[in-house]
């Protein structure tokens, strides 16, 4: 059994610019042999989304919320934490991105307390945040190897 880590986002999955869905798609396959399986969900509301995060916590997943108010973390300390909300969530982790808005306030105050996760204090589109959020996973299991990746 290889570890899976699902993306939900709200928003539209249409629209991305071709260059950030090759980028994605390119990290995907080179993760592959790695056991790393990704998945993006999109979902079309914050009550969609509710429900997809509350079918996680229930499934006991680790759930890290994209967040302003996250922490910040150098890549290394990214696969460190990757790695161990793998371990924490049996193999299953999910990164849930929220819409123009931000994260609906229930998931910010979920009784599961969610780990936060900044990824700059920039702001990005959905599309571009998932393809960084997905070159980081990639990077995460090349510094677990010890490629020459990351240097």
């Not at 680790?62 to 990757?82: A, I, M, Q, Y």
């Amino acid at each position: 059994m290889g570890m899976q880590v699902k993306i939900r986002i709200v928003g539209r999955k249409n629209g991305s610019e071709k260059w950030l869905e090759e980028a994605y798609k390119m990290y995907d396959t080179r993760l592959k042999p790695s056991g790393v399986d990704v998945e993006t969900v999109w979902h079309k509301n914050d009550p969609e989304l509710l429900k997809g995060v509350n079918a996680d916590f229930e499934k006991g997943h680790s759930v890290v919320l994209l967040d302003p108010r996250g922490k910040v973390r150098s890549s290394e300390e990214f696969s460190r934490d990757v790695f161990a909300w793998l371990e924490e969530g049996g193999s299953r982790l999910v990164f849930v991105v929220g819409g123009a808005p931000g994260l609906p306030p229930e998931l910010k105050h979920h009784p599961a307390k969610p780990k936060l996760l900044s990824l700059s204090s920039m702001t990005f589109t959905h599309q571009f945040a998932r393809t960084i959020l997905m070159e980081q996973i990639y990077r995460a299991s090349e510094i677990r190897k010890g490629s020459g990746y990351h240097k």
